[in-house]
Every structure is written in C-alpha cells, then in structure tokens.
C-alpha cells in the first residue's frame, strides 16, 4: 500500500501554509522529512493523511491490489497522526495514565484506570503512569504514544511530527519510527534540519527568505528489514501446530536500555556485562488476536 503526494500545496489567508510538495510512502517504509518548525509541517501531516482538503494537487492511496483512491475518509481510515502539535498532541498536564485511557477509548476500547494500568503493565510502563506526559523525553514519548496508535484498527500508515521537540538524542525516536517500519506501518516522520543532519542525511543550507518559507524535503528513507515472528507468551510451543504471530507493539522493539538502537529484526541481545542482571523481558506485549497493524480512529 502507498500514499502518493502530487504537487500538493495548501494556501493560507495570507501565504501559503504549505508550498508545493510531492512525495510518495509505503508500507514498510520509514521517509524523513526535515524542515523548520511552522514550515508546513502541521499542514503536510493532515493533508497526506486525509484531514485537510489540498489548494492543489492531488492525494491518492494505491491500494495493494493496484487500485487507487482519493476519498479523504479512506485515508483517514487508514491512517493515525501522532502528536502532531496543536492537533493530536496529548494536554501537557494529563499524566500517562490519563492519555493511555484516552487513546485506549479512541480505539475503541475499554479505558477505565484499570484497563489503563493494565495495558501499561504490559507495556513495561507501569512506573511512569502518574508522571506527566510532558515529562517523558522523545524516544519513550513517541513509542508510547505510536503503541497507542497501533491499537486501532485498519491504520497502515504513521505520521510522527516533531520528535526532537520533546528532547533526547534523535536516533531514540528513528529507532522507534524503523520499528513501525519493521512491523509493516508506512511511516512519515517530521523533523527539523539539524536533527536530520544528527541522523546522517546530507542537506543543504536554507539560506533566503525563499529557502526559510520552503516545504520540508526529504532528508532519508529506509526500509527495515521485517520484524520476526513470534508465539504469544503463553501459548504453545515451537513444533505443536501452533501459529506464530507478528509483534504488534513498537515498545517491544525500542531498546529503552539503548536509545538508538533498532532491535525489530530479531537482533540477538547485547552482551551481558559481569556482574549485571539482564532486564527483564516485558509480558504481554502480543495480542494474538490483534491485526496488524492495528484500530479505527480520526486522529
């Protein structure tokens, strides 16, 4: 599956809100974008997602048959905007366990404390739910919320918009974003110049008026390779018949111990050093029963 941008631009009452811009994602695939913060950045989430009507040019999703549409409540479907500021971005003063809730109930799902504090234990998070979201930096920030999006039905496709604002070094949040990769989700991440240039891409300097109002451009674009499938703890083992199935959780595949690393290829553990204990492994991080990906909201 793919989204296509084709010359899309999107006017504002007294410039443009987003010059014009083309590009293409697919499914499997994590593309940088880097541009400064206010250069369209909101602008390019919503209208490759479906959520705002393009000045000009055209959005479509070729499906994986080789058909095409752009019907904007079929990109919607398919798609999840993750914290993009302004819009999707959870309230500072919500503690974790409030925005689990909340995102829990936009998936459709139950989203009493109980529940929330449920999927948080099985997400090795437990010990952050009374802290502010505001407080977590932005590699645990964007695998927390891009696991709630996960959640929903028919989303195949990620926007991550501005990371780096929330602190940490950006190969945390990259990691995170290749997981998503890994998994099958099209990803679209959004940063600025100098995080792109930390991650090793190659840009030119903005330099003009012209260059400062210029759409984000693409800095990189990768393709992870899949992540392995596994059985759901607790099931049956290797050899009895038993389907093994797709880790659906990005946080299982986030090294939180090493931010930066990518682990959703299978990668054996780093080494252990004498004398530490390995941590330990969190439970419950596959739902046999969920697609992948995974359920159904507007955001």
Request: hydrophobic share 35%.
């Amino acid at each position: 599956m793919q989204i296509t941008l084709d010359d899309v631009q999107v006017e504002g009452r007294r410039s443009p809100m987003l010059e014009s811009t083309s590009l293409t994602v697919s499914s499997g695939e994590c593309v940088l974008l880097a541009g400064e913060p206010g250069h369209g950045h909101t602008a390019l989430a919503l209208v490759a997602t479906g959520r705002l009507t393009p000045f000009s040019g055209t959005v479509t999703l070729v499906e994986d048959d080789g058909s095409t549409t752009t019907s904007t409540a079929e990109l919607r479907r398919v798609t999840a905007v993750v914290d993009v500021p302004g819009i999707s971005e959870p309230d500072e003063a919500l503690t974790v366990g409030d925005v689990v809730a909340e995102e829990l109930s936009l998936a459709g799902q139950r989203s009493l404390p109980g529940h929330a504090k449920r999927w948080l234990e099985a997400h090795d998070l437990l010990d952050r739910r009374g802290e502010r979201i505001d407080e977590l930096h932005g590699a645990v920030r964007t695998a927390l919320l891009s696991s709630l999006a996960s959640e929903r039905k028919h989303v195949q496709f990620v926007v991550l918009t501005l990371p780096d604002r929330h602190r940490g070094e950006p190969s945390g949040w990259w990691s995170v974003a290749e997981s998503l990769a890994s998994l099958g989700y099209g990803v679209l991440v959004q940063c600025t110049r100098s995080s792109a240039r930390d991650l090793g891409a190659e840009l030119a300097p903005a330099r003009g008026e012209d260059a400062l109002r210029a759409a984000p451009v693409e800095a990189l674009r990768t393709r992870p390779p899949a992540a392995v499938p596994v059985t759901p703890p607790g099931g049956t083992s290797e050899g009895d018949g038993a389907e093994p199935v797709e880790v659906t959780d990005p946080t299982r595949l986030f090294d939180r111990e090493a931010p930066g690393r990518h682990q959703a290829a299978g990668e054996p553990p780093a080494a252990e050093e004498p004398g530490l204990a390995a941590p330990a492994e969190p439970a419950g991080l596959v739902d046999p029963d969920a697609p992948t990906p995974g359920k159904e909201t507007d955001r």
